[in-house]
């Protein structure tokens, strides 16, 4: 990822700030919800693309970096959030740039922290796995530490992310199949598919997605409010020779369970070819 020297937007930078390496979509997110929790710290992006920075600026009060040196410098965090394929070239840039953070998280699917440990071995890393539902405060993230981050830094990167919802640590070896897992896609491509099937029996499309979104969503909420099990949810729900019962047989014996599998298994298969030079 090459960025743009240009300082023509450039604004002065205090400590501490939090930087962000990169203005896509999961840095728009984790920034709406760092604002809508209150969060007023100054937060600088730099991004090639000055359209982005821009947006990110006008929208949500960031700072614009003129230049890679100047995000990094005052930076209590530096946040490395590019795609996996251009992980490797921003780290060569930051080893050049005479700035070196201290404390990194890579937002980086399958990016592991050997990579980038040996490309800026003096910074203290951390991998993460924010949602982008972190955009409206009720994100999962998940936290991988480096054995050299100390207590406090741990702290700090916690607290970071849970202005924005949830937070877990998850083993490195077991990443991948959380980033496979955790991914609000499996909600938007179940209320869809859900959603379908339901007009194709007949529902216009207005109900068909009101009934199948209230099937997911709301029973999900019921699963975290009730304190019951899943065990117990679905005998509740699903009465032997009942409505329910028949239409969850069917999906399993059509094989709901194993797609299901073999998506996840996919999923983790792209993110170790990310890993790969």
Not at 118 to 145: D, E, Q
């Amino acid at each position: 990822m090459q960025h743009s020297s240009s300082t023509a937007e450039a604004q002065p930078i205090k400590a501490p700030t939090i930087s962000f390496l990169g203005g896509g979509r999961i840095t728009s997110a984790l920034i709406a919800g760092l604002r809508l929790a209150g969060d007023r710290r100054e937060i600088v992006v730099h991004d090639r693309n000055l359209a982005k920075t821009k947006r990110l600026h006008l929208e949500l009060r960031t700072k614009v970096a003129g230049n890679l040196r100047d995000t990094i410098e005052h930076a209590q965090i530096v946040v490395i959030a590019v795609r996996p394929a251009s992980v490797i070239g921003l780290l060569d840039e930051i080893s050049k740039s005479a700035a070196t953070p201290r404390l990194c998280v890579s937002l980086a699917a399958g990016i592991p922290l050997t990579i980038l440990r040996a490309a800026l071995p003096m910074t203290r890393w951390v991998r993460a796995m924010p949602s982008p539902v972190c955009r409206v405060g009720k994100g999962l993230t998940a936290l991988c530490f480096d054995q050299t981050v100390n207590k406090k830094d741990r702290a700090v990167v916690r607290e970071f992310f849970q202005k924005v919802g949830q937070v877990v640590e998850v083993p490195e070896q077991q990443f991948d199949a959380f980033t496979a897992t955790y991914s609000s896609s499996h909600g938007y491509h179940a209320l869809a598919a859900l959603a379908t099937a339901a007009q194709r029996a007949g529902l216009d499309p207005d109900t068909a997605l009101t009934a199948a979104a209230h099937a997911l969503a709301d029973g999900i909420q019921y699963w975290r409010e009730s304190g019951l099990t899943l065990d117990e949810l679905l005998h509740e729900a699903a009465t032997p020779g009942g409505i329910a019962a028949a239409t969850v047989t069917a999906m399993d014996k059509a094989g709901y369970g194993r797609s299901v599998q073999k998506g996840l298994a996919a999923g983790i298969s792209q993110a170790r070819r990310n890993a790969k030079p």
